[in-house]
Structures are given as C-alpha cells and as structure tokens.
C-alpha cells in the first residue's frame, strides 16, 4: 500500500514537472509568432538592440538629404542626338572612335548600310562620362560638313533616385529585424513562416538596387546618338538649270507618248475578235439590204 501510494506521488511530480517545462519552452514560439504577425511593428524584446542601428542609419540618411538638398544638386540624365553630313564617311568613324576613347566612353551600338553606290550612311549610340557631354555633342558636330538635325534632352530623376534610398533603407531595417526574429524561432513552422518573410523582403531589396543602379549608370554615362551620312546623289534638274529642266520634259513626254502608244496597241489587238464579229455582222445586214432593194417584188 505504502509503495503504490509513492509511486503514485512520484508520477504526479513528472507530470508538473513536464508541464512546467513544456509552458517555458512554448513562450518563445508563441513570442515569435506574435512578433511575426507584428512585422511592422516595434520589436518589443529585441527593439533595444535594434533602435541604436536604426537610429544610426536614419540618421545618416537623413544628414546626406539634407546636404543635397543645400547644395541644391540635381540628379540629370542627360542625351543627345545629332544627324550630321560627312565627306568620308570611313575617315570620319575611325575619328569618331578615337574622340570617345579620349573621353572616357565607349560605343554602345552601330549599323552601317550603303543605300546609293558610292554612298555609306551609319548610326552610332555611344556612351560618354556626363561631365564630357557638352565637349562630345561639339565635337561630334565638328567631323561633319554640316549639322542637319541636334536635339538635347535633360531627364530630372532626383525625387525617383532619393525615393529609391529611402525605401531601402527601410527594407534593410525592417530585413534586420525579421533576421532578429528568425533566431527567436524555436519550431518549424515559425522558422518558415519567418523565412518566407525574409526573402519577400530581400527580393524587393534586390528589385529597388536593381533599379537604382540602372538610374545611376544613365547619370554617369550620359547616350548620344548619332546618324551620319555621305553626301546624297542630286537629280538632273537639281543642279543642271533651264535646259536640263527642258531636257528632262522632253524625256517625260516621250514616256507619256510611249505610254499611250503601248496602251492603244494593246486595246486594238485584245479587240481584234469582238472587230471582226462586228464587221461580219454589217456585212450580212448590208448584203439583205441590197439584195431587197434589187428584188421588190420576189421579197414582197
């Protein structure tokens, strides 16, 4: 009796033992779900370690706004294009090469075609450093015998551009404190709830770098395109004067004669048929009226 009633004891003593352990062990995922469903929201626990970071880069980026906005800097993205008429057309792409090498550019596209004999026309997009851009568009100008078309554009991004650092700045804190949570995550179904958040966070990081690195490549390397050709083949009456003019209405009206010459030939031959039906057709009505003329009284 004595020892079943031992047993007994000691049997419930496990038993709140367990349950003790089991409710400190569930605290921490019950914590981490919560905090998961309060992403957004300051941390509660880890908030003291994160505010000392987040602090610091606010700070930061608000100081670097702030001495943009005094210096008044502008984020331009500038680009041209210039339609020029060259001698050489050769001559004057190995120049246009070795004057984007001096500047620091590269050349990002070009398509050369020969539309006339004797006649070469191309277009080049190159890519020069921004500080170089007005020296490029004069300097492009000056390898052609003349300017036919030029075109500058300027593309403000500053409110885009500053946009994009404040949203990740953002998402880079809001990635540190659901990388403070995952390490608070004790089951699994936490760990992947968490990590799922985490790399929905980091593909719109990627996205916003992305696109902010994009923006600053077209600020730096500003695109001029240009098309360049060789002089264009003048008609006759172009550069002839009065009798060139006279010689070619001459020309023009042997080809209208020629024209209406060939037409009538071929209407007379197509109705040479429906021609000879017709004339057999009067001829038998010619011939019955003859012969009722000669012989009144045999047809009356």
Known sequence: MNRSILFCLAMYIVACGEKVNFADKSEPHSQAGAAMRNIQAPLNEQGADASP???????????????????????????????????????????????????????????????????????????????????????????????????????????????????????????????????????????????????????????????????????????INIQMHEAYPVTVSASGGFWATIAEGFADGFKGFANVLSSTITVLIAGIPVFIVFGLVIRFVFLRMRRHRENPKTSG
Request: hydrophobic residues 30%; charged residues 30%; glycine residues 6%.
């Open 53 to 223: 970071i987040a602090d610091r880069h606010e700070h930061s980026s608000t100081a670097s706004l702030y001495a943009a906005e005094k210096k008044q800097d502008r984020i331009i993205i500038k680009n041209g294009s210039l339609q020029i008429q060259v001698q050489n057309y050769d001559e004057t792409v190995s120049k246009l090469r070795t004057m984007v090498t001096a500047w620091g550019g590269f050349v990002a596209h070009s398509s050369t075609s020969v539309p006339y004999a004797d006649v070469k026309e191309g277009n080049w997009t190159i890519r020069i450093p921004s500080e170089h851009f007005d020296t490029a568009m004069t300097g492009v100008k000056t390898l052609g015998q003349k300017t036919e078309r030029e075109s500058v554009e300027g593309q403000d991004i500053t409110e885009e551009f500053y946009d994009l650092e404040a949203r990740l700045r953002n998402k880079r804190l809001e990635e540190e404190q659901v990388q403070a949570i995952l390490r608070r995550a004790g089951t699994i179904s936490d760990v992947l709830e968490v990590q799922r958040e985490l790399n929905r966070i980091r593909e719109e990081i990627e996205r916003a770098e992305g696109r902010k690195q994009f923006l600053s490549d077209r600020v730096k390397y500003s695109t």
